[in-house]
Nanobody, 123 residues
C-alpha cells in the first residue's frame, strides 16, 4: 500500500516560516515526480509547486514564486516545501502528490495523494 504522509503544518503569524515534509512508503520514491497542492476554505484545490524525480526541474505557482522552495532528499524518501514570508491567504490544507509523469503534477490528475496537513497564517 502506497502512503504519502504530510507533516509540518501549524499556526504561524504572517511573515513567518514553516517547512512541510512529505514522507513516502510503499513505492520507489526516487522514481516519482512530486508536487504540492493546497485547498483554502471556500476555494478550489490549487497547484503550489512541483519537482522532478531527479530534482533538476521545479515549477511554482505565481502566488508563491520567490517565497516557497520545493526540494527533495531521495535517500530519505522525503520532499520538502519551505514556506517563507507567509501571508494569511496561504492558509489552507496542503497536500502532497506523486506521479511517474511530471506533467500530471501540473494537471492534478495524479496517482497518489496524501491526506493533508493544515497551515494557518494569522494576521
Amino acid at each position: 500500500q502506497v502512503q504519502l504522509v504530510e507533516s509540518g503544518g501549524g499556526l504561524v503569524q504572517a511573515g513567518g516560516s514553516l517547512r512541510l515534509s512529505c514522507a513516502a512508503s510503499g513505492l520507489t520514491f526516487s522514481m516519482y515526480h512530486v508536487g504540492w497542492y493546497r485547498q483554502a476554505p471556500g476555494k478550489e484545490r490549487e497547484f503550489v509547486a512541483a519537482i522532478s524525480w531527479r530534482g533538476r526541474n521545479t515549477y511554482y505557482a505565481d502566488s508563491v514564486k520567490g517565497r516557497f522552495t520545493i526540494s527533495r532528499d531521495n535517500a530519505k524518501n522525503t520532499v520538502y516545501l519551505q514556506m517563507n514570508s507567509l501571508k494569511p491567504e496561504d492558509t489552507a490544507v496542503y497536500y502532497c502528490a506523486a506521479d511517474d509523469t511530471y506533467s500530471a503534477l501540473i494537471s492534478g490528475i495524479v496517482d497518489y495523494w496524501g491526506s493533508g496537513t493544515l497551515v494557518t497564517v494569522s494576521s
